[in-house]
């Protein structure tokens, strides 16, 4: 596929900027430890032993009367700090890298390490910022314009390669523009026409990331302001599966819409994050089973941050876009892996469910994340409700199948 | 101070400001419906408390004002029984009222029965259970009354480290 690099002037900065990052920014944080002396730990220290240990520790002896101390110190700990609530906060560093949004027990250490602080807040703000907006304006720009033109012409092969192209070389763009340092692994797995793409969900870019390697279709929801612009103009150029609001209640419907997409062996993989909103990448929550029901080939994708650099995780009850995609900007860099897993598909025997499970099993173990047993639902007004202990989010992630149908686009 | 709630300065505990501050937050996100007391429901809300066989007791224990529900001072006041600063004879009182089901200050047989019936589950026959728990009482009971006294129980108990064992670091 022919690529459209960006002009000279930019690609210089750009390799100026890599520099920076590559060498200075390690450089930097192996100077900060040394004087940074209380790292940030958890909140509590726990007794890792899980409860069914201590009950089948329980049925293999003489019972003691202090065998109440077990439950009632795991209850406790339980009870002053859950395993769950703390993957909806981002998670804190051993380390510090000098970013004080990730450091929450923040104090102030010595003269000279704030010193070092305020030339990082220095070279984010007034070096980095400016740069990667001048870059993420003419990424999007682009795209809208590209997309605009391509979607005036009629269906065919060639729209459909012009479209790749658009889509390819504003993601990259787009992607610099974060200062995003990707390494995929496994490239010969990337998912194939006519599958599904599965992956762990931790914030918006993470459909960034995936479309710079390829182009995907969305099953997603339409936000307002600006990523509603970007999201129409998505659509022009490629077909997106949409359904409308009241449709997604019909889940037959909804799985029936999907198939009719899949069964077409030349329509673009879709993308779907089954976890069904933002998890702060250290673990990998339940996965819905609807996806896997649709008896496609699914292509597992683990993706991984690097939160020395950065942290990608969107608290959407806590920031909005804007402010997150500000946060990300002043970052150091967004730093990630990417693994493209062998193709999955369920087995003899294997209802959906499990099948979602292995899955989730698969994507945690690649990316060396744990698993958690509990996810979020859905209320009858499309709103998230708690599987577990999660608090209800008022923003859904655009992986949720949630729907917004407008004649124009719905063009079979 | 701020747009914080400032907690009244007589529940003496033995939590730091700090660490009432934590605990304080932790408390409001447990409140799932901002009533201002956690229930029985929002505790086992939890995915690791719906395991553990000890959750009632242990929110009977805290529940010092027998509402059913659990409200910010009985929850610092519970806590601070687990504190690194807490002293082994609050810990060794806290273990015992798990027992003691109606707070008479002795453990009975029937009580014995119940707290084990909720650890063991269906692991023992019943019959087994009672042998165990009569046995319990007559290896505990110096005084020969039937029941397990406080002194009875931290004799037995105090040898085992209690300080080490009941400790949660906020």
């Known amino acids: ?412 | 101070m701020g747009n914080e709630a400032s907690y009244p300065a007589e529940i003496c505990s033995h939590f730091d400001e700090d660490e009432i501050k934590r605990l304080g937050k932790r408390f409001k996100k447990l409140d799932l419906d901002s009533s201002g007391a956690v229930s029985v429901k929002e505790f086992t809300s939890m995915p690791e408390l719906r395991e553990n066989p000890l959750v009632q007791r242990v929110i009977d224990v805290f529940d010092t004002d027998g509402d059913g529900q659990v409200d910010f001072r009985e929850f610092i006041l519970g806590t601070s029984q687990f504190s690194v600063r807490g002293d082994e004879q609050q810990k060794l009182r806290f273990a015992f009222s798990i027992y003691d089901l109606d707070r008479d200050g002795y453990i009975s047989n029937g009580e014995l029965f119940q707290v084990l019936k909720m650890m063991v589950g269906d692991s023992l026959k019943d019959w087994q259970l009672q042998q165990l728990v009569d046995k319990t009482i007559i290896l505990l009971d110096k005084d020969g009354d039937g029941k397990i006294s406080f002194q009875e129980f931290s004799a037995v108990v105090r040898s085992l480290e209690v300080h080490k064992h009941l400790v949660t670091v906020v």
């Open chain 1, 1 to 412: 596929v022919v690529l459209i690099e960006p002009d000279f002037g930019l690609h210089i900065l750009f390799i100026f900027y890599s520099i920076m990052l590559h060498d200075f920014t390690p450089l930097l944080t192996a100077v900060a430890r040394p004087l940074f002396l209380k790292s940030a730990s958890c909140i509590i220290q726990r007794d890792e032993s899980p409860m069914e240990k201590g009950l089948s520790g329980l049925r293999g002896r003489d019972f003691e009367l202090s065998d109440v101390f077990y439950f009632s110190k795991k209850g406790l700990e339980a009870i002053v700090e859950d395993e769950v609530t703390q993957r909806f906060s981002s998670e804190e560093l051993v380390s510090w890298n000098l970013l004080t949004r990730t450091n929450v027990n923040f104090q102030y250490i010595s003269p000279r390490l704030t010193i070092v602080w305020v030339l990082g807040v220095i070279v984010r703000y007034c070096v980095l910022l400016p740069l990667r907006l001048t870059l993420a304006f003419i990424g999007i720009s682009l795209f809208v314009i590209g997309t605009t033109l391509v979607g005036q012409l009629p269906r065919s092969s060639l729209k459909n390669l012009l479209s790749e192209v658009v889509h390819l070389t504003c993601c990259r763009i787009c992607v610099r523009a974060l200062s995003g340092t990707i390494h995929y692994h496994n490239r010969q797995y990337r998912p194939q026409k006519g599958g599904i793409c599965v992956a762990n969900h931790t914030s918006p870019i993470d459909v960034l990331i995936l479309t710079t390697d390829g182009c995907y279709a969305m099953v997603g929801q339409v936000h307002g302001g600006l990523m509603g612009i970007i999201q129409r103009a998505m659509v022009k150029a490629c077909p997106h599966v949409w359904f409308e609001r009241s449709e997604m209640k019909d889940r037959h419907l909804v799985i029936k819409r999907l198939k009719e997409h899949i069964a077409d062996k030349k329509e673009l993989p879709i993308l779907i994050f089954p976890e069904g909103t933002c998890i702060n990448n250290t673990s990998v929550m339940m996965f819905k089973k609807g996806s896997f029901e649709i008896g496609a080939t699914i292509h597992p994708v683990a993706i991984k941050y690097n939160p020395q650099f950065g942290d990608a995780f969107w608290n959407s009850s806590k920031y909005n876009m804007v402010s997150y995609l500000l946060r990300v900007m002043t970052s150091w860099a967004i730093v990630c892996d990417v693994w493209y897993m062998p193709p999955m598909t369920r087995e003899e025997g294997e209802d959906a469910v499990q099948f979602a499970n292995r899955v989730k099993s698969a994507i945690a173990v690649q990316g060396g994340l744990t698993e958690l047993p509990c996810g979020v639902g859905f209320e009858g007004n499309g709103s998230l409700k708690a599987e577990g202990n999660l608090q209800t989010c008022s923003y859904l992630s655009p992986a949720v199948i949630i729907l917004k149908k407008t004649s124009k686009l719905d063009r079979k």
